[in-house]
């Protein structure tokens, strides 16, 4: 069976310091993968998204990045935190061709 | 592009009572409609899912969604809700180019006592 990981599970960080969240996929070989984040009270934005290695698309012009080093693995990056960037960060995943989005646990992000 | 909107922020039901949730598509007939629940400090959790043709969609933990093309809606329901229903539910429909959801703002239901 397929599993996702997201890490870690809760951050606090200073403003300006750098940021690296970590999603891995198990059990499944090239996966669209996906970042989101959920700012308090307010649904899913979608950040990133990847169809393969090397391929990430942006959706919104922000402060973070992303990569795709590996086929199932989606990482999640920063140089300098803001305080905007405070929120719940999820990844997903999806068979490519199902149409179904898979959720890892999440990460909750603190910028002070 | 589709958008979905979900009526009610918050929703209160009493345990036993039946459970409706409401989500409204944006133009043309999508090709799925989801429907997730995400427990407090967690990620979503796929409940259900539309595809073309079908009516009546039933997913996990007893809830079901009926697909309207008259109304555009997609509302999610439960016949008798229990505590552990307790928490945030979203519409989703895809929209982009890459199999991206567009999430509705989410519906927070409370189960009392």
């Known amino acids: 069976s397929q599993t996702i990981h997201q890490w870690p599970a809760t951050l606090v960080q200073p403003v300006g310091s750098p940021l690296s969240l970590e999603c891995t996929v198990e059990?499944?070989?090239?996966?669209?993968l996906y970042w989101y984040r959920q700012a308090a009270g307010r649904g899913l934005q979608l950040l990133f998204y990847?169809?393969?290695?090397?391929?990430i698309s942006s959706e919104v012009p922000q402060n973070l990045s992303a990569s795709r080093p590996q086929d199932r693995q989606f990482i999640l990056s920063s140089k300098k935190l803001l305080l905007s960037d405070s929120g719940f960060y999820l990844c997903?995943?999806?068979?490519?061709?199902?149409?179904?989005?898979?959720f890892g646990a999440g990460t909750r992000l603190s910028v002070l | 592009a589709q958008s979905v909107t979900q009526l009610g922020s918050h929703v209160s039901v009493s345990e036993g009572a039946l459970v409706l949730l409401r989500c409204n598509y944006s133009?043309?007939?999508?090709?799925?409609l989801f429907w997730y629940v995400q427990y407090p400090n967690q990620g979503l959790q796929l409940l259900l899912k539309?595809?073309?043709?079908?009516?009546l969609v039933k997913g996990i933990n007893g809830f079901e969604a009926e697909f309207k093309k008259s109304e555009t809606s997609f509302h999610l329901t439960k016949p008798s809700a229990h505590m552990s229903d307790a928490a945030e539910y979203f519409c989703?429909?895809?929209?982009?180019?890459?199999?991206?959801?567009?999430f509705g703002s989410g519906t927070q239901l409370t189960v009392l006592p």
């Open positions: 989703a429909v895809p929209s982009g180019s890459a199999r991206q959801l567009t």
């Open positions: 997903a995943w999806e068979r490519q061709g199902l149409n179904i989005q898979y």
């Open positions: 539309y595809t073309t043709g079908a009516t």
């Open positions: 133009s043309s007939v999508p090709p799925y």
């Open positions: 059990g499944t070989s090239n996966p669209n």
């Open positions: 990847s169809v393969g290695i090397g391929q």
